[in-house]
């Protein structure tokens, strides 16, 4: 299911669990993220996720 959401949830989410997805290229992401975040670029998404990313907590991909 995807829901777009604001600040203030994206907080929430974190706060609760959430696993919080980077998408942009390894260059971009050491320049900038969200602390915490876990970069999985686009372009190697479907082949990493399944090893990274953990099916019982909600994900935020951004």
């Known amino acids: 299911m995807v829901t777009d959401v604001d ?5 929430e989410l974190i706060a609760s669990g959430a696993q919080v997805v980077d998408v942009l290229p390894e260059a971009e992401f050491n320049n900038s993220h969200i602390p915490g975040a876990i970069n999985l670029p686009l372009k190697q998404l479907d082949r990493a996720a399944s090893s990274v990313l953990r099916r019982d907590k909600p994900v935020v991909v951004y």
């Open 7 to 11: 600040r203030g949830a994206l907080l």
